[in-house]
């Protein structure tokens, strides 16, 4: 009898064994390995997705783990969408303007000419219909990925030039570094664009094969160092009023996580976009406050640029909307801030530019 009953018991030992071994299982422990875009070093642009590392592995108990990979060492950035969609990785980051050249509406969830600032395209992402289309996007491309909002950076600025810039005439000729839609724009206006990495960007300004650049915020622009060969910075940024990042995850990899897993990815996203736009806004005022220092002179656009440039901008969706999912997006962001425009005509105070 006692043998029996240590039989029994060994077996029920056994079998709550296999049960909470399966059960881990079920769950399993996920290392997402992830390449991006934007290198760690550069603040509120690359910066943020490590923070995302450590607070995955925190939050979940070591139960998801994420190594990052700088720029080009395990994928260029032009290829991240596309080695996540076929599993060479299960995970990426970057943002969408990357694809513009595969799915033109891409470029619409991560920087929007004369578009929607940070607060504006949150409420639209996720009070409106922006993260149903977004992941809509790639699902109907064919791309097997599962798309996670994980970061947006305040106004960038417009651009670092050798010469003031008083009329359209003014940019004709020139070759200047420039990304996403606001390319389209500047091509419109006369100048040669080509979208070059940050790392690039001095080296080509240094040997004169580009004259002028936009990449980033005044802290990250300064960081690069275009103040040393460019002196003329101006805003406003109408290119990239806010500028969206995303976390790409192989949508095998995502299914195959629990709801708590997925979760827990969904909130460190979010817990990132706030701080990535906090870090964002409060780190550029002492850099132009110096700026002068530098030998740089900052500019502010004139009426007569930024009406010319959203002129250009008009005709650029005019064109790209021949494309029926881009429209699809822009006549439903289009929709969602006219009856913004309500709210924020009254909520918020009227603007004022700096005076000269």
């Keep these: 009898m006692k043998t029996m009953r240590k ?30 875009a934007f290198a760690t070093n550069l603040p509120a642009l690359g910066s943020p997705i490590v923070e995302v590392a450590e607070r995955l592995n925190k939050i979940s108990g070591g139960n998801i783990k994420m190594k990052v990979y700088e720029p080009g060492k395990l994928v260029a950035p032009p290829e991240i969408l596309d080695a996540v969609s076929t599993g060479k990785i299960n995970s990426g980051y970057a943002t969408a303007g990357y694809w513009q050249g595969k799915i033109p509406a891409s470029a619409l969830f991560s920087a929007v000419p004369f578009g929607p600032e940070a607060g504006e395209y949150l409420a639209w992402l996720y009070y409106g219909n922006g993260r149903k289309l977004w992941q809509e996007m790639y699902d109907s491309h064919g791309y097997n990925v599962h798309n996670v909002p994980c970061a947006i950076n305040p106004p960038e600025t417009s651009g670092w030039f050798s010469k003031p810039i008083e009329k359209p ?31 690039e960007i001095f080296g080509a300004l240094e040997k004169g094969a580009i004259d002028a650049t936009e990449f980033s915020l005044p802290q990250i622009d300064q960081r690069l160092g275009f103040h040393k060969i460019v002196k003329y910075n101006y ?13 790409l995850i192989n949508k095998d990899t995502w299914n195959k996580m629990s709801a708590t897993q997925q979760e827990i990815i969904e909130t460190t996203c979010k817990a990132s976009i706030t701080e990535s736009l ?14 002068a220092e530098k030998g740089v002179e900052l500019r502010y656009w004139n009426d007569t640029m930024l009406t010319a440039f ?22 439903d962001m289009s929709q969602f801030r006219g009856g913004y425009d309500l709210w924020e005509s009254l909520a918020y105070l009227p603007r004022t530019k700096p005076q000269d």
């Design 310 to 331: 959203k002129s250009s901008w008009d005709e650029v969706v005019a064109e790209q909307s021949e494309n029926a999912f881009f429209k699809k997006v822009w006549d």
């Design 278 to 291: 906090a870090e964002g806004e409060a780190s550029q005022f002492e850099i132009l406050a110096k700026s």
């Design 169 to 199: 005439e003014d940019l004709k000729g020139i070759n200047m570094r420039f990304f996403g839609l606001g390319a389209k724009v500047m091509e419109k206006m006369g100048v040669g664009t080509v979208q070059l990495p940050g790392g």
């Design 235 to 247: 805003f406003p940024g109408w290119h990239q009023q806010a500028t969206l990042h995303e976390l």
């Design 7 to 36: 039989t029994i018991l060994s077996t029920a030992i056994v079998a709550a064994t296999v049960s909470m071994s399966s059960t881990v299982l079920a769950e399993g422990r996920v290392l997402l390995k992830t390449p991006i």
